[in-house]
């Protein structure tokens, strides 16, 4: 007879609720429960959680809650690890203008090669602007066309 009764204890399970406030385990027999308005059923396990939820206080506001502890991460250390953050692999693409093995190349040149290379670019610009100039001033002399220009508020007004 008394092995029945074992039997039959330990097939007996019970589901242990959460309070609505603080998120602790309600066990059956203890807490209370409070049909809403909307006839959701809310569960709260002491007089103080059943107050401070009368008085609509906010549970992440409680430093005792669940709610808080979650918000503030507090006693996650143990159980989760840190995320490891993966380093971006930088990788060499091609541009409009030039393909990748000239882009190597350019890379692989000496710096002093480069700057040689700027300067003689630079020198051939300067070159071409002073060839210009000198071809576009040779016909015209604009200082006869226009004449001295007055400021409008320096100029008499007519009364």
Known sequence: VSFRLVVLYSCVYFVAELCALSEYRIYPGNGKL??????????VGSSKAFSLTM???KPAKLVWTQAWRRLHKKGLTET??????RRTNKVARAVVGLSLDEIRKKAA????????????????????KSTNKAKGSKGKNKAGVFGTKIP????PKGR
């Open 152 to 155: 409008k508020n320096v100029a």
């Open 34 to 43: 409070m049909i809403r308005r909307d006839g959701k059923p809310v569960f």
């Open 55 to 57: 008085q609509r206080k």
């Open 109 to 128: 040149q000496k710096p002093e090669f480069r700057t040689a290379q700027r300067s003689a670019a630079l020198a051939e610009v300067k070159n071409r």
């Open 80 to 85: 989760t690890l840190k995320k490891r953050t």
